[in-house]
């Protein structure tokens, strides 16, 4: 699964092999799915093979829960070199 967050701007994944579910929604091989700042999620991957998928972003994540509060600013520092 990926760490629950939101986005500072738009999300927009391809799903290349396997499945993901986000929000009781199944995303299949060929899906795409959309998020923006409104949108706190966790995608996590189906149980019925590895999923890959290609995520563009215009802005970085802002993970949410107290573990990706701690992590988040690492993370920011790390991309901004």
Same mark, same amino acid.
Do not use: M, W
């Given at each position: 699964? /990926?760490?629950?967050? =939101?986005?500072?701007?738009?999300e927009y994944t391809?799903?290349?092999a396997g499945a993901?579910?986000?929000?009781?929604?199944?995303?299949?091989?060929?899906?795409?799915?959309?998020?923006?700042?409104?949108?706190?999620?966790?995608? /996590?991957?189906?149980?019925?093979?590895?999923?890959?998928?290609?995520? /563009? =972003?215009?802005?970085?994540?802002?993970?949410?829960?107290?573990?990706?509060?701690?992590?988040?600013p690492l993370l920011?520092?790390?991309?901004?070199?």
């Amino acid at each position: 699964s /990926v760490p629950r967050h =939101t986005h500072g701007g738009e999300e927009y994944t391809v799903v290349l092999a396997g499945a993901f579910n986000d929000s009781d929604v199944v995303y299949d091989k060929g899906d795409f799915s959309e998020a923006d700042p409104t949108v706190r999620h966790q995608p /996590v991957a189906t149980d019925d093979d590895v999923c890959y998928c290609l995520a /563009v =972003t215009n802005a970085p994540l802002k993970l949410l829960g107290p573990i990706g509060r701690l992590i988040d600013p690492l993370l920011r520092l790390r991309a901004q070199h």
